[in-house]
C-alpha cells in the first residue's frame, strides 16, 4: 500500500491524517538547482540516462562546460543532444507552446 489518500484500504479505515507525508523542505534538492536536477534525473532515469531519439540506455555523455546548460547529455549511439527535460510533461511550460492550441480569436 503506498502513501496515497485514494488507496482503498485507507478509504474504508476513514485514517487519512495518519498517513500524512512529511517533507524536509532544507533538503538541497528544494534549494539548489543542481541538486533538484539530479534528483529529477535519478526519478526519470533509474538505470542511466534514456536517449529520446534512439532509446539508448545509458549511453549518453553530460556536457559539463561553463558555457552549457545543466543537464543536457549527447547520446553516443546517435550522436544527438538532450536534455533531462526533453519530452517531459514539463517540457515548455510558460514557454511558447503553452498556448499553441488557442489559436486566433
Known sequence: MGNYALDAEVAKSGHI?????????????FTDEEAAGK??????????PIC???????EATEF??????????????CQKPFTRHHGHATTNIGGKEKNKHLGKA
Not at 18 to 28: H, I, K, M, R, Y
Not at 39 to 48: A, K, N
Request: with cysteine.
Open 52 to 58: 529520446p531519439h534512439c532509446g539508448t540506455v545509458n
Open 39 to 48: 534528483h529529477f534525473e535519478s526519478l526519470r532515469w533509474p538505470d542511466g
Open 64 to 77: 559539463k562546460g561553463e558555457s552549457t546548460r545543466p543537464g543536457l547529455y549527447k547520446c553516443r549511439p
Open 17 to 29: 491524517e495518519e498517513l500524512a507525508v512529511t517533507c524536509d523542505l532544507t533538503n538541497p534538492i
